[in-house]
Structure formats: structure tokens, C-alpha cells
């Protein structure tokens, strides 16, 4: 099988690969309970993760994404304005315990930049535009979270959130990752070895994502009895959030003019939160085992099953508006 045929392959197959991940954690967690030391693999894994998918964008799409003003413009309304109204909104239904609404704020207020893409692609939604404001949905996020913590939280985020894990985020999941996806790039457009060690790294965003995924998962797991009642307050709340923001991305899409393909591309973008690059900002928060880890990952395994849904729903509403011979 060609690289590019097992690529596709991949790419068609990643959501039983990412059930088949979490099943295989969970397993793994029952039988070992020692799992939990694997959390220390976390943070590089999601490094690795990132760069694969940053590969992934041409570094001359990444400017031609950053100067579609309506595509960006709709999707920092969304998520960075419209989606943190809805938050507030869910906030009041949420446990008090600090811990939980941190870790309730830290999942929702944040979009995701890593599988979401993928999913997107499976829904026929402009996928390629999405991943190219990847590197702008993360720079946002981790700008503008320390301010919604405090908006929301007010004493108890300046109590028990350290800043400093954010700033180091953005260099180790932004800085870094991008930088060496564009050296990776031009090393490909010089040499034979650059470009056949580039097309190899671009079977990696699937298994990348999967790994973090069944580490995670692993990781996190032997604590969640230990938190169960938080679990089972928080998960409703999750699931009326999955409910409504994807009608959220589309009506704000709509207001922006976006094509189609764009408008399911920002309802997938409010719909996925970024649980997996968070999670390591949650577990430097003191005290944070096993509450916050175990409220984040709710949201994760929740998202998961309603992104089936939102794919088949979109593949639906796509071949609805495509007449033949004309996308």
C-alpha cells in the first residue's frame, strides 16, 4: 500500500481508530491501574500531534487562510464571543466546587485545533480552510482563556490558576510545533529525503491524535470513581452544549456570508473543544487530581459520540445542496 493510499485510508477510517483508542485505554486502565504514571507523556505527545498537523498546511495557505476575513472573522465571533454567551448561560446548571467549573470553563471556552479538522473532512465541510486558522483559533484561545477564567471566576481563577503553564503552551504547542513544520517544509521543496520524510509524516495526524487520545484516557481513567458524582453533574450540561453550538457556528456563519462548506466548517469548529491541549494546563492547577482531569475528559468522550452525529449530518446536508456537476 502507497503512503498516499494508507494516508486516505487512515483518514477514512479515524473515528472507529479513535473509538477503537479509548476502548483499548479504558481496557488497559481496568487491568493496570498503574496507567495513571502515563500522564507524563501527555505534553509531548500533543507537541507531536500538533507539528503533524501544522505539516499539514502549506505555510503559503496559512496566509491566504489569515487574510479570508470573513472565514476568521466568523470563527472568532463564534467561538471567541458567541460561544463564551452560551457558556455563561450553561454556567449556573454546573456544580459550584472550583475545581469543576475550571474545568468546566477551561474545555468549552476553548476551540479545538487538532481533530476537528479531520472530522470537518469527514463532513465534507471546508476542512482545509479550518486547519490553515489553526495556528490563530490556538493564539486566541490561550490570550484571551486567562481573561474569561477571571470574568467568570473572579478571586478562585487568580487563587488556583498558575499563568505560567499558558505561556509555555504557546510556546511548546504553537511556537515550536509550527516552526519546525515550515522547516520541515522547505527542507521538503530542497532535497529528494526532505520531501519522502514530509509524505511519510503525513500519515501521522491520525495516530498522532490517537495515541493522545488513549493516553489520556489511560491516564485519567483509575481517577474518574474517584470523582464520579462530579462526572455525572457536569455530563448533562456537556451534552446541551453539543446540542446547540453546532446551530450556533452555522447561524453565525450564515451572518458572514460564508459558503456552505465554511458555514459546517465553523459549526464544527464551535462544537469541538480543545480537551486534549487543556488537559496539561488543568493538571499544573493545585489540587486538580482527580476533579479536574475527570470533568475535562467527560467533555472529550461526550464530543466524541456527538461527532458522529455531526458528520452524518452534514454529509446529509452537503449532498442536499450539491446539484450534479456542480459542488
Known sequence: MTTARFRSFLEA?????YLGAVLLA?????????????????????????????????????????VNVRFVGALATANFIVVPILVACLLPWVPGDPLVRIGFLLVLLTPCIDYVVTFAHLGRADARSLLASTPFLLAGQMLLL????????????????????????????????????????????RSVAGARATEWLGVMPVPATAAVL??????????????????????????????????????????????????????????TRNSLVVLPLGLAIPGAVPVLPAVIVTQTLIELMAELLYVNIAVRKRLGQVTPGNE
Open 26 to 66: 479504558f481496557l488497559a486502565a481496568w487491568a493496570l491501574p498503574a496507567t495513571r504514571v502515563l500522564s507524563a507523556a501527555i505534553d509531548p505527545l500533543i507537541a507531536v500531534m500538533l507539528f503533524v498537523t501544522f505539516l499539514q498546511v502549506p505555510m503559503s495557505d496559512l496566509r491566504r487562510a489569515m
Open 214 to 271: 488513549a493516553v489520556v484516557v489511560a491516564a485519567i481513567t483509575p481517577e474518574l470513581g474517584l470523582a464520579l458524582n462530579a462526572v455525572r453533574q457536569v455530563a448533562p450540561v456537556y451534552v446541551a452544549y453539543a446540542a446547540i453550538a453546532p446551530v450556533i457556528g452555522w447561524m453565525i456563519a450564515r451572518m458572514w456570508r460564508l459558503p456552505p462548506a465554511q458555514k459546517l466548517a465553523a459549526a464544527f469548529s464551535t462544537s
Open 146 to 189: 486567562p481573561l474569561y477564567l477571571g470574568v467568570f471566576l473572579g478571586d478562585e481563577a487568580r487563587e488556583l490558576v498558575r499563568w505560567e503553564p499558558f505561556a509555555q503552551a504557546f510556546v511548546w504547542l504553537i511556537a515550536v510545533p509550527l516552526a519546525l513544520a515550515a522547516a520541515f517544509q522547505a527542507w521538503a521543496q
Open 13 to 17: 477510517n479515524q473515528i472507529p481508530v
